[in-house]
């Protein structure tokens, strides 16, 4: 699983995120400065936002046994 971060509809970095960490309060955040400081030139150069998606995010509502169908 990733965080990915977008500047105006371009994938432009991502990190890895442990999944066992999401619970804690701020890791998320925590993620997203450690992008938005690594690619700060971009995105000054961008003049945009930075907009962040969780790729894979596992869902606790569908677990993996639900969705095998025999």
Excluded: C, W
Excluded at 31 to 38: F, N
Excluded at 44 to 67: A, T, Y
């Amino acid at each position: 699983m990733q965080l990915i971060m977008f500047i105006a509809g371009t994938p432009v970095d991502s990190i890895l995120v442990n999944e066992n960490e999401l619970r804690l309060p701020g890791y998320v955040d925590l993620l997203k400065v450690g992008l938005e400081e690594k690619n700060e030139d971009i995105i000054d150069l961008s003049k945009q936002e930075p907009e962040f998606i969780i790729d894979s995010l596992p869902s606790r509502m569908n677990p993996e046994k639900d969705l095998v169908r025999h």
